[in-house]
């Protein structure tokens, strides 16, 4: 009775001296094993998971008890700290994990200290690979953006074995600077963070090779494609030549200028004040009547139209130079 007393308080003095056999089904220990524990103060983890292994040294001099060693070295204490960060596991909560998992804490010598500080294994990013990562990333992208610097304001940690990192998403915050989602590949699984960097962002654009006067259409000869900063580019500009070519302008472009939403306008075919055929269609029957167009139209454009007999005012759709159609064409 008193060994046995006296054992109780060896154990509670070092977290453990104990004896460990598994219960599950496919770990069958022998009854009587000569498994030691001993646990350590201070580790290095790479791994996502925190295993028994890492934190103890789990030995025997019977080979009988090699495949309950595997098992015990494979057990999880919970979730690795952040890449360069460290965090402190009770030596008391490694044993209740032990329990949880199955293992009677009653055959086994074990030791543990009180408080067990792991750290998980990190390597620095450099400077030059967040900038390379962002020029490899901006080739498969179409857009022009010119990177200065990418803002490291604190040394950038991620897991040892994480050989490299990548750009995911590139996003202007204001002019020139972006906000870079990064990503790096570590056994454990990915980690993202998140950078700024100085850039210049350019776009290609129509722009006017001469002064152009309101109304006037514009044609392939009156543009040229200028390189422009996209922050000096307001929402509505036209990127695209075919957004602007034969477009009829609504107001005075000057030379050097860029064509937006609000300065183009599709040409009307039908001119508000002027005389229009009206074609009236059902199955095979045709008519016609003269009307007045009550307002601009382009192609295939609904307006207003006034017929000069019966003074109605109706809705028609622009078919031609000087033809419109009320009600379906054919």
């Given amino acids: 009775m008193i060994k046995s007393v006296l ?7 070092l977290l453990g ?69 460290t965090l402190t596991i009770e030596g008391v909560s490694v044993l209740e994990k032990l329990k949880d998992s199955g293992v009677r804490l009653n ?75 990064y990503r790096s590949h570590a056994s454990s699984g990915d980690v993202r ?16 090779v001469r002064p152009l006067k309101r109304g006037d259409v514009v044609t392939a000869a009156d543009i040229r494609l200028t390189k422009m900063s996209a922050a000096s580019l307001n929402s509505g500009v036209l990127e695209q030549v075919g957004d602007v070519v034969d477009m009829a302008l609504l107001k005075d472009v000057g030379q050097g200028e860029i064509f937006t939403a609000k300065t183009v306008k599709v040409p009307a075919v039908v001119e508000a004040g002027s005389k229009v055929t009206m074609v009236f269609r059902r199955g095979r029957l045709e008519a016609t009547a003269a009307g007045i167009a009550l307002e601009d139209g382009a192609m295939e454009q609904e307006i207003n139209v006034r017929n000069e007999s019966s003074k109605k005012v109706v809705k028609a759709r622009v078919s031609d130079k000087g033809v419109v159609f009320v009600g379906a064409k054919g």
């Fill in 17 to 85: 001296t104990g004896s460990v056999s598994l219960v599950k089904a496919d770990i069958v220990a022998p009854a009587k094993t000569e498994i030691r524990i001993q646990g350590r103060g201070d580790v290095i983890v790479t791994d996502g998971v925190i295993r028994l292994a890492d934190i103890a040294l789990i030995e025997s001099a019977s080979v009988a008890d090699d495949s309950s060693i595997v098992e015990l070295r494979k057990i999880p204490l919970g979730s690795s700290p952040r890449a360069g960060e």
């Fill in 7 to 13: 054992r109780q308080l060896i154990i509670t003095a």
């Fill in 193 to 208: 963070f998140q950078m700024k960097a100085v850039a210049e962002e350019w776009r290609v654009v129509p722009t006017a």
């Fill in 107 to 181: 055959t086994l010598l074990y030791t543990f200290p009180k408080e067990i500080r792991v750290t998980r294994a990190y390597r620095e990013v450099s400077q030059d690979e967040l900038e390379r990562a962002l020029r490899s990333f901006l080739l498969t992208q179409d857009r022009q953006i010119e990177v200065k610097q990418v803002l490291a304001d604190q040394p950038i940690k991620v897991p040892a074995d994480a050989p490299h990192v990548e750009v995911v998403a590139l996003n202007a915050t204001q002019p020139g600077h972006f906000g870079i989602d």
